[in-house]
């Protein structure tokens, strides 16, 4: 890895932890309030593709792991691995390469900028939202023993925002690559 | 900013060298997830709980670092109250409890640099193998933590743009605007770094 790719992931974690300080905004027609920080992992796949956006998320974790405050609202450290969440956590990992590979598919310099809108979009709900609940979830039930049927019908409460943070994330990352186009590895 | 989750002090957990303390972390999850008897998981949960409650923590600090997941624990034993009988949900609810206050005392006695030494040697195969190096793995904790400020007082910066021109403060807005000014910063970081040498290639 050279060390340009390196610097990216460090700053792209940073950023993560950066946006877990920002204040959650609640909207009057969504139940759960939204956190920037969840908004990661969709725009980490689609700005700097699979690799290095899920070694972001890795080195992400390894931060939450080791210690620091760092997930919004300032928690960290080993407990919220073991919590019923930990399988969201830990899925952020796969999530962002998922959402990446999706980019990277279809995301090209030069199509027109709608197409590259769709690939985004796309991306970040089939990675962000589809593989992250699809891993989450079940860890939840089998953590819990609440049946899968009760944890997916509670998860739909978040399903808006999610919505939301895909169509937030694809904006900002068709600016970015338009801006500062990294998606692809340089050679 | 950023300050640990360490806490200062001298209980013999804090004097437990990590693998020591992770090792049984992980055998206590174990343990706890084949078993389904309530005396076990209760008697787990007491003593993790004492375990978090020795290191020195307030009782404030001690409930504001595991109140969230504890809230989630205690909504789905809620929901599990509809669908499983009673001891069932008391066994799933006690063994989560206690693993979060095991997990929470490790944090509260382990420094970051603790764990750091921890990772280099767990990382030492993968190094062998010529996936990773550790010392990138520090070098890239380092540097998170060196711009985490940074990038937090440039989206004050963007924020304050934004009311300067009387414009409506919306994530959309400042998210584009805050990635692409720091990571345009990514070229002259990586030739600061290899013009020192750092990862000597």
């Not at chain 1, 589809?130 to 079940?138: D, E, K, T």
């Not at chain 1, 819990?144 to 019908?153: H, Y």
């Not at chain 2, 005392?105 to 190096?133: H, K, N, Y």
Request: glycine fraction near 10%; include cysteine; proline fraction near 5%.
């Amino acid at each position: 890895m050279n060390t340009r790719d390196l610097v990216l992931i460090a700053l792209f974690a940073a950023i993560v932890v950066a946006l877990g300080l920002i204040p959650p905004i609640t909207l009057g027609f969504i139940p759960v309030p939204i956190t920037a920080q969840s908004m990661g992992v969709m725009l980490a796949g689609c700005i700097l593709g699979a690799k290095r956006g899920a070694l972001a998320f890795l080195l992400f974790l390894l931060l939450v792991a080791i210690g620091l405050p760092v997930l919004s609202g300032g928690r960290g450290g080993l407990a919220v691995f073991a919590g019923p969440s930990g399988g969201f956590i830990l899925g952020w990992v796969v999530a962002t390469f998922v959402t990446g590979l999706i980019a990277q598919r279809f995301v090209r310099e030069g199509q027109p900028e709608l197409r590259q809108f769709i690939g985004f979009f796309l991306a970040s709900i089939i990675g962000g939202i589809v593989v992250l609940y699809a891993i989450g979830m079940p860890w939840v039930s089998a953590i819990t023993g609440t049946p899968l049927l009760a944890v997916a019908t509670g998860s739909l409460a978040f399903l808006p925002g999610d919505l939301l943070k895909a169509a937030i994330a694809t904006l900002a990352a068709r600016a970015v690559f338009a801006g500062y186009p990294l998606l692809h590895v340089r050679a | 900013m950023l300050t640990s989750l360490h806490i200062e002090g001298d209980s013999w957990l804090h004097r437990l060298p990590v693998r020591a303390k992770l090792l049984p972390l992980v055998a206590l999850s174990i343990l706890l997830f084949l078993s389904g008897s309530l005396p076990v998981q209760l008697t787990a949960f007491v003593i993790s709980g004492g375990l978090y409650l020795s290191v020195g923590i307030s009782w404030r600090e001690a409930l504001k670092r595991v109140g969230f997941v504890f809230f989630t624990i205690f909504f789905l034993a809620a929901v599990n109250l509809f669908f499983l009988p009673l001891s069932e949900v008391g066994v799933l609810t006690l063994r989560l409890l206690a693993l979060v206050l095991f997990a929470a005392a490790v944090t509260a006695t382990t420094t970051i640099s603790a764990f750091m030494d921890e990772i280099t040697v767990l990382l030492s195969p993968f190094e062998r193998l010529g996936w990773v190096l550790a010392a990138d793995v520090s070098l890239a904790l380092g540097l998170v933590l060196r711009f985490v400020p940074d990038i937090f007082a440039r989206y004050q910066a963007i924020r304050e743009a934004h009311r300067a021109r009387g414009l409506p403060v919306r994530p959309l807005t400042i998210i584009g605007p805050l990635i692409i000014l720091t990571l345009k910063d990514a070229d002259t970081i990586a030739a600061a770094i290899d013009a020192r040498g750092f990862r000597r290639q």
